[in-house]
């Protein structure tokens, strides 16, 4: 990921807007601040990010049992909620261009890299960070996304080729409509499409506006990839190499491609360390884990690096003061303000 913090567009407000989920209580059950959507720029930790999804899930449920959130969202999406990446892609001459625009800057709005491959078929594959589930509706929703955003540039029922995620929807009928095709199962995220649905012309196409925008995308990339501290370096080095069980520093500094002692130094002149700051991931992705109910705590302790369940549960009573047991209660009976703190 070249951040930590992802901008979240404020014309995600009308989007939620459309689809009846009111945005103060969404804030509320993801642990955000009410004021999130008058900062400028709006912009969230993966955990946060992740959260928010999770509760938008659980207020769409709330809301409506019966219906796919997913695909009311896809029913939703429009040119009027400008996103400037979004709208980068719909200047595109076609699918194929605009999935290579979004691949190389969907790192500003959201925690994940996108693989294109155009050998013959077009296949846009989703790349999470290690470590950390996304939310279903999280995926599903990218995933409707580019079916959209086909449909919306060449005003044709485009519909893909093959869907493909790790867990299905148990009623899959109002997603397979809209999709128009079966969903299959499988390790992870992708959409493809036919080269021909992928080559056909995007009645959106505008040169000159892609020219207007693509230098400013250009510069919010570069300055997302230079902005992020040492220790975020470290954090975000962490997340891929806790679930391997390396917790130490070598295995850091060799994916940071530097040495321990230049690692240390550099920490230090941030005003920490590097067990400071894995003893802040660490705690971070507890949280997150024990909030989401479903691993058990000594899944937990082997995603943190732990050789033990007794490690964890005195390292975890150090940081908080609590059990892992209690976090996870409180989580179950309060999910609305029960908030995990940012990695960052």
């Not at 093959?162 to 009623?171: I, L």
């Not at 919010?220 to 370096?233: F, H, M, N, P």
């Not at 884990?289 to 479903?294: E, V």
């Amino acid at each position: 990921m070249a951040g930590e913090r992802f901008d979240l567009e404020p014309s995600i407000t009308a989007l939620l807007r459309d689809v009846g989920i009111p945005t103060a209580r969404l804030l509320r059950r993801a642990g955000l601040p009410a004021d999130l959507f008058v900062r400028r720029p709006v912009e969230l930790s993966v955990p946060e990010y992740y959260r928010f999804w999770d509760a938008l899930d659980a207020e769409g449920q709330a809301a409506d049992s019966d219906r796919d959130l997913a695909v009311t969202i896809g029913n939703a999406i429009s040119v009027e909620l400008f996103s400037p990446p979004i709208f980068a892609a719909l200047c595109s001459p076609d699918l194929s261009t605009a999935a290579r625009r979004l691949a190389a800057y969907k790192p500003l709005i959201g925690p994940v890299k996108l693989d294109i491959a155009t050998a013959e078929d077009v296949t846009i594959t989703y790349h999470w960070p290690t470590g950390l589930t996304p939310p279903a509706l999280l995926g599903t929703t990218e995933l409707v996304f580019w079916v959209a955003l086909a449909r919306i540039a060449t005003r044709e029922h485009v519909r893909p080729a093959r869907v493909t995620m790790p867990s299905p929807p148990a009623n899959r009928m109002p997603l397979e409509n809209y999709l128009g095709r079966r969903v299959r199962k499988g390790a992870g995220y992708s959409v493809v499409f036919t080269a021909a649905d992928a080559a056909r012309p995007f009645l959106t196409q505008n040169d000159q506006m892609w020219r207007v925008f693509a230098p400013d995308l250009r510069r919010r990339l570069a300055d997302l990839q230079a902005s992020a501290t040492v220790a975020e370096r470290v954090r975000a080095a962490l997340v891929e190499t806790l679930p391997a069980g390396d917790p130490s520093i070598t295995a850091v500094t060799n994916q940071l491609g530097t040495t321990a002692r230049t690692l240390q130094r550099q920490l230090s002149q941030e005003g920490t360390s590097f067990q400071a700051v894995l003893a802040g991931t660490r705690e971070n992705l507890a949280r997150h884990y024990l909030a989401g109910g479903n691993l058990r705590t000594s899944e937990i302790a082997f995603l943190l690096g732990y050789n033990d369940t007794n490690s964890f549960y005195r390292a975890f009573k150090t940081w908080t003061g609590a059990t892992p047991e209690a976090i996870r209660a409180t989580a179950r009976a309060a999910p609305v303000t029960v908030a995990t703190r940012s990695l960052v």
